[in-house]
């Protein structure tokens, strides 16, 4: 079966990893650290705090904006779900905002809409969780004027857009946003094995997020609640959490990081091939927003309904017997059973709805070879012949 993502390790990689396992630390020594430092300057962020997953990342930066029980959290409902469990993990309760139908992103104009009724009703969310969906920069600077206009701030769930850019500049400097959170699961951009981070400009937000990711512990007398008694006291000041990533995951992802060029350079010419193989096929290519730079994490057409009778669910177990390991991201969030109780009406998400109807993810990832590419889109001719 042809993935629809997967890692690329090559022998550099190896050695990283085989270097720190030789070394004194497994964890807590000098590579989480190394491993941060490349991830802010790549992303042109002050501040990097690399956690266990990009899961943990968006709890504690939930936890760092304030985000408790009785507050609302708001994010696209095209997404995986962990961009909304954060909410509940703080005690915090969940509303959607339905997609823009070019981009797949959270619609700044619809977000502006339900902002009007929820000041009206008094419910405005105090976080809302913005999606690079696919690796496609969301439009930040209307979202970030609301969050002026209307107080609250904003998460960029950047997991998909590693190397993204927007107006020119890399996603995770934090131009638009307080936090942005970043994944390193082997289907990402680049991996850690499991790992995420959190990325702000402001080193309150940072230092918070890194007491939150080591059980709330600070060995900083100037942080401490009451003068140490002597220099083996270390103080909780907080309720933490174990989130740290450890030495071994860091070197991978550093090594990763070096690479990364050259896995965007790879997607981007997978997906130039795409755009031109499957331009006469009835189904809607995806394409790049004005201003924006795509890292092309993933690779989702969607179905002409105008143009052809096969459903999504046909093409899909079509791929599947061709060995082709397409995918559908996401079934909105709102439909999960676990959701159900929140009595979230599909009928509000019309855009969410109709790109979930027609969404297939096709394969997408440095390593994939110009023969499994053209065996996926032989595939795609055919079912859809
Ligand atoms: C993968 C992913 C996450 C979760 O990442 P983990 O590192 O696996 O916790 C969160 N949000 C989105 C949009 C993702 O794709």
Request: hydrophobic residues 40%.
């Amino acid at each position: 079966m042809i993935p629809y993502g997967r890692q690329s390790i090559d022998e550099t990689d190896i050695a990283a990893v085989e270097a720190v396992l030789r070394s004194d630390f497994l964890t807590q020594g000098p590579v989480v650290p190394n491993f941060e430092a490349r991830l802010a300057e790549l992303c042109q962020s002050q501040h990097a705090v690399a956690m266990n997953s990009a899961t943990s990342a968006l709890h504690v930066a939930c936890l760092a904006l304030g985000l408790g029980p009785g507050d609302w959290l708001w994010t696209s409902p095209i997404t995986f779900v962990a961009s909304a469990n954060c909410a509940r993990y703080c005690g915090a309760k969940v509303d959607f905002v339905d997609i823009d139908p070019q981009s797949f992103n959270l619609d700044p104009k619809a977000l502006a809409q339900k902002l009007v009724t929820a000041a009206q009703k008094g419910t405005l969310p105090k976080v809302v969780v913005v999606v690079h969906m696919c690796g496609q920069p969301c439009d930040m600077a209307p979202i970030h004027q609301l969050s002026q206009q209307y107080g609250f701030r904003v998460i960029e769930d950047a997991s998909h857009a590693l190397g993204a850019r927007y107006q020119g500049e890399p996603v995770g400097n934090g131009k638009y946003s307080d936090i942005t959170v970043l994944s390193f699961h082997p289907v990402k951009i680049a991996t850690s094995a499991e790992g995420g981070a959190a990325l702000t400009q402001d080193p309150e937000l940072a230092h918070t997020m890194t007491l939150l990711r080591s059980h709330g512990i600070t060995r900083d007398p100037q942080r401490m609640a009451t003068p140490p008694e002597g220099d083996w006291e270390y103080q909780q000041i907080m309720l933490g959490f174990n989130y740290r990533m450890t030495d071994v995951h860091a070197a991978l992802g550093l090594s990763q990081l070096r690479r990364l060029e050259s896995f965007l350079a790879r997607r981007r010419e997978w997906v130039r091939r795409y755009q031109v193989e499957l331009a006469d096929l009835p189904l809607e290519l995806p394409t790049e927003s004005p201003g924006c730079e795509s890292s092309w994490h993933l690779y989702v057409v969607r179905l002409n309904p105008q143009m052809t009778s096969c459903s999504r669910a046909q093409l899909f177990s079509h791929m599947r017997q061709q060995g082709i390991g397409v995918n559908v991201h996401y079934m909105p969030v709102y439909r999960q059973p676990d959701y159900r109780a929140f009595g979230i009406l599909a009928e509000n998400f019309p855009h969410a709805e109709n790109y979930y109807q027609r969404a297939l993810s096709l394969p997408l990832y440095p390593d994939l070879t110009q023969e499994q590419q053209d065996a996926v889109v032989l595939a795609l001719h055919e079912g859809l012949a």
